[in-house]
């Protein structure tokens, strides 16, 4: 669950970035296009490959990445729109059955249609996999062969209407997010799902630096896979959150939105789920080179393993500090807690709490060579007696431009 989580908050933040390097990396002209290649590669060594028990032998291992990334940008009447592919490739040199070749693409666009009417779209394809001891394999990463691979999809538009002058603002949204398991053994098709979501969003200035909140999402999570001697684990999720966004200082801003959510299954067999979600979100810039931030969530997902769905609560900080023009440190912790809530009151529900600590330091080299040092350390600490592991990776990363 912990690494699919953060392999597409990676991924979607490697996209959300090529704006910035068509602006500030190398760049090929062709026509109306822009052509920005990027190459990105790692040597680390991992001490625990497989996520596994201190009392069960451990894989030991280097491991090398390779990633060329392609993103090709353009304008549409004025409007960006750019599409980006990147692939990546890992090799472990002690464990050659956890290599593998991941495929990403996406594409977006923005479309100011006037000054009170804006269309932003997206679409995101990932060919993937869970490092073995992650997402299904959990607690039993050394009894499978290799890791398991997936496809996911998302599609993602949102209508907003209002100037940025407006007091108010509404921004509606509808996506769709599908997962499948390249597998076809039943515990992984009874894992393969599509989430169809419809959300609102009113946003009201009550001063220049803070505006006031609503945020309404309607989601339908259903699974293709039905076994016959297993109760239906398809749902509707209702989320409402009421909360601020603000910038109180020139050094400060974020925003804190609290709510409900409601989680109905289609049969009677699940217990459904009643709760209260959170998200928060703080960035302190003490000076201009310097930047903490302090997040935390609330929010149900699905099961990978027992029980009707997963209570998570997130909690994380982190520094980032630019010594020089070419040289920036980053530090942080991530706790993630999560409840498997049971729909049988005879068993104890199961939690798990996983706990991220990364440091890093950039070198920029050159204008078209950055290279960076990073160490992490996670762990997992659970009520049941075969789950738990710790697991260190340190190595050396290089990013090349034009």
Not at 33 to 48: E, M
């Amino acid at each position: 669950m912990i690494s699919r989580k953060y392999k597409i908050g990676a991924m979607m933040a490697i996209f959300a970035t090529a704006s910035t390097q068509a602006q500030d990396a190398g760049r090929i002209e062709a026509g109306s296009f822009d052509i920005i290649p990027t190459f990105s590669s790692s040597l680390s060594y991992l001490d625990n490959v497989t996520s596994s028990q201190d009392d069960t032998p451990q894989i030991y291992s280097w491991r090398a990445t390779l990633a060329p990334q392609l993103t090709v940008a353009t304008l549409v009447d004025s409007n960006p729109v750019q599409l980006t592919y990147r692939a990546e490739l890992g090799k472990y040199f002690s464990s050659q059955d956890d290599d593998y070749t991941d495929h990403f693409l996406a594409a977006t666009g923005d479309f100011e249609l006037n000054s009170r009417h804006t269309i932003d779209v997206s679409a995101r394809y990932e060919d993937g996999h869970e490092d073995r001891g992650t997402g299904l394999s959990i607690g039993v990463g050394e009894a499978i062969a290799t890791p398991d691979t997936y496809k996911s999809t998302l599609f993602d538009v949102n209508y907003i209407y209002g100037s940025i002058t407006s007091a108010g603002q509404l921004t509606f949204s509808a996506s769709r997010n599908t997962f499948d398991y390249d597998r076809t053994e039943e515990n992984y098709l009874i894992r393969d799902r599509f989430i169809n979501k419809l959300g609102g969003e009113f946003s009201y200035s009550v001063s220049p630096s803070t505006n006031l909140v609503v945020d309404v999402t309607q989601s339908s999570v259903r699974y293709e896979y039905q076994p016959l001697d297993d109760s239906i684990r398809d749902s509707d999720v209702t989320r409402v959150l009421v909360g601020a966004t603000w910038e109180s200082t020139a050094a400060t801003t974020g925003f804190a939105k609290v709510g409900y959510q409601e989680k109905d299954f289609e049969t009677t067999e699940r217990r459904n789920f009643y709760g209260t979600d959170w998200e928060v979100g703080i960035d302190w810039q003490p000076i201009e080179y310097s930047t903490v931030r302090l997040s935390t969530s609330a929010d149900t997902r699905e099961t990978n393993g027992e029980g009707d769905l997963i209570r998570s609560r997130d909690y994380a900080v982190s520094w980032n500090h630019d010594w020089y023009d070419y040289l920036s440190t980053s530090v942080g912790v991530t706790t993630i807690d999560n409840i498997y809530v049971l729909n049988d009151d005879t068993i104890i529900e199961r939690t798990d709490d996983f706990t991220i600590y990364t440091m890093s330091a950039s070198y920029q080299a050159r204008r078209w060579l950055s290279i960076s040092f990073f160490y992490e350390y996670s762990e997992l600490s659970s009520n049941r007696d075969t789950l738990g592991y710790d697991r260190s990776n340190v190595g050396v990363s290089f990013e090349v431009t034009l």
